[in-house]
């Protein structure tokens, strides 16, 4: 089929820096994209397992994102994530649905922690739910996901470095 380039024009702006009071990193940032001919990918009963793409006309993405981070106690480290987004088409035909598989927020929360040379790792990802389809008919419920890590930091005399760990999804 015929494509057209994806064009984008994207603003964003932001700042970081210390939380007062705190050893926590702040990180804030807005964005706004306006994306025209965008490239989105399909598949057809007939091509099997190929994928297709096409242009879907023009949409609108805003968000902001904001983090914090860093050593909450000497042995402690944290961090977490937030962002919200609203993708939304700007089509006569679509305009204001929803961009599907994208989901208006998800959020990011990370705690390691240090024992001596063993370390335990927490990773707790949850995104919203979000429409599967460009009509907005139908959607994903939401979901979260968390990973369990336990591991090591072992030198041996070699100066090799060897880190063993284990992962629980």
């Not at 994102?65 to 088409?89: C, D, I, K, M, P």
């Not at 707790?124 to 968390?146: C, F, H, I, L, M």
Request: charged share 20%; proline share 5%; net charge negative.
């Amino acid at each position: 089929p015929d494509l057209d380039p994806q064009y984008v024009d994207g603003y964003e702006i932001g700042a970081r820096g210390p939380l007062p009071g705190t050893r926590l990193q702040v990180d804030l940032a807005l964005y706004a994209m306006q994306v025209s001919n965008r490239l989105v990918p399909f598949q057809t009963a007939e091509g099997g397992d190929r994928t297709f793409f096409r242009n879907s006309g023009s949409n609108e993405h805003l968000g902001v994102e904001l983090a914090v981070g860093g050593q909450v106690s000497e042995r402690t480290h944290l961090q977490l994530t937030h962002v919200r987004n609203r993708f939304t088409y700007t089509d006569a035909d679509l305009d204001g649905n929803r961009l599907p598989g994208v989901p208006d927020h998800r959020t990011f929360i990370q705690v390691r922690h240090i024992i001596n040379a063993l370390w335990v790792q927490l990773r707790v990802r949850q995104n919203g739910s979000y429409y599967v389809n460009d009509a907005n008919t139908e959607k994903n419920d939401a979901y979260v996901t968390a990973d369990l890590f336990l591991g090591a930091e072992l030198i041996t005399k070699r100066a090799m470095q060897f880190y063993p760990f284990a992962r629980i999804t």
